[in-house]
């Protein structure tokens, strides 16, 4: 019987052993649940990083691709405005030109008609003192003819005049 108590408490001893392993091991299932609850938070933590990386680079890829394209659409616009802006340039400077040009025709057209306005004004001026000078001319000649023809009858009345004085002393004579 001594074998029988002796193993008692070496039975008992064993059975609280094995009881505080039994505990231990709960513990430690417990434990492991636990950190295989915080793995699983840690994975689906870690999962919905990376499906919010993917969103995220799809939203910038998307992003880029409307940057992109609405750099795309400005430059075309601004290379169309450039364009549009140079031919303006372009028209208004050959209208500048053209402008300058009939300008300067209009300038030599209105100098030569000056030019031929004046010289046809000093020839006018020239024959009118051509026949003002005719006119006096003739007007010299004409006095001089009337004063000719005046002398003339002069002496014809004079001659007329002692004819008649010396016809009249012969009548008288005569009477």
């Not at 799809?58 to 940057?67: D, G, M, V």
Request: hydrophobic share 30%; aromatic share 6%; net charge negative.
């Amino acid at each position: 019987k001594k074998d029988t108590k002796k193993q008692e408490p070496e039975e008992k001893e064993a059975k609280d052993k094995v009881d505080l392993l039994l505990g231990q091991v709960s513990v430690l299932k417990w434990q492991i649940a636990m950190e295989q609850e915080k793995a699983d938070k840690a994975r689906a933590g870690q999962n919905e990083c990376r499906q919010k990386l993917v969103d995220l680079n799809q939203a910038f890829e998307e992003e880029s691709k409307k940057t992109f394209n609405t750099n795309y659409e400005m430059k075309q616009q601004y290379n169309m405005m450039v364009r549009d802006r140079d031919e303006k340039i372009h028209e208004l400077e050959e209208e500048f030109q053209s402008t300058s040009t009939e300008l300067s025709d209009k300038e030599k057209y209105i100098k030569e008609i000056m030019r031929s306005k004046d010289q046809e004004i000093e020839d006018r001026d020239n024959e009118i003192k051509e026949m003002r000078k005719k006119i006096d001319d003739m007007s010299q000649e004409f006095a001089n003819m009337l004063k000719g023809i005046l002398d003339k009858m002069q002496e014809r009345i004079e001659l007329a005049n002692t004819q008649w004085e010396a016809e009249e002393s012969d009548l008288s004579q005569i009477k």
